[in-house]
């Protein structure tokens, strides 16, 4: 084995065809952060690797990578063994969508994150729609927390109180800002404000729709 084969743990996030029977995948490791390899032959049907480089699987991978550090070029995929797939039915596709766009477009390449990783590896779609659902609107809220698009969602985002089970209270929909009860009643002009909602008058739905709003006004903006 070459000294320069290196090891990771990793989330795929992107698969796609590349000639005849290569692909080219976009990963998260915990080790490296995002990258990018390329898998020769997977798309043979004898190839051990296939089903391991699977959009949402999470695999331990070895591959090689030259002429400098991981991500600067095209690595390339050595070996691929399945740890575990985040979604079995491909019915609930559609709840993973905004998960993978925000990992894909917002997240910074080769820039090691074990925090995003270990959010990455809880997660876990069933046939639940209402949980899944819930799972990936509070992915994205930690999610953009953590890369810093929003402020905290533990407390509120004028006063820094600590939210607690009434709180929070109040979310500036342009922005997913939160804000207390009592910033909300201090400030006159949030009560006449249609970007201000209440989150308890909220479904899961709408929240859902105001994190996509967000992520595309980021990557827009971005
Ligand atoms: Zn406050």
Known sequence: MSSRSKKDTVVIIKSINYSEADKIVTVIGKKYGKYTLIAKGVRKITSRNRASIQTLTISDISFFQKNGDVGS?????????????????YNQLKYVKPILFL????????????DIFTLIESLKFGSDEKANLKMTNLFILKALAQLGFIA???????????FDKENPAYIDKSNV???????????????KSTKIAKL?????????QILDNFIQKVYNNG
């Open 73 to 89: 070029n095209l690595g390339l995929l050595k070996e691929a063994n399945t740890h575990r797939h985040i979604i079995t039915d």
């Open 103 to 114: 990992l894909n477009k917002l997240l910074p390449e080769a820039d090691s994150n074990e």
């Open 152 to 162: 905290s969602i533990e407390s509120c985002n004028l006063c820094d109180e600590k």
């Open 177 to 191: 800002l939160f804000i207390c009860q009592h910033c909300y009643e201090n400030n006159p002009i949030y009560s």
């Open 200 to 208: 308890s008058g909220l479904g899961l739905e709408s929240f859902s």
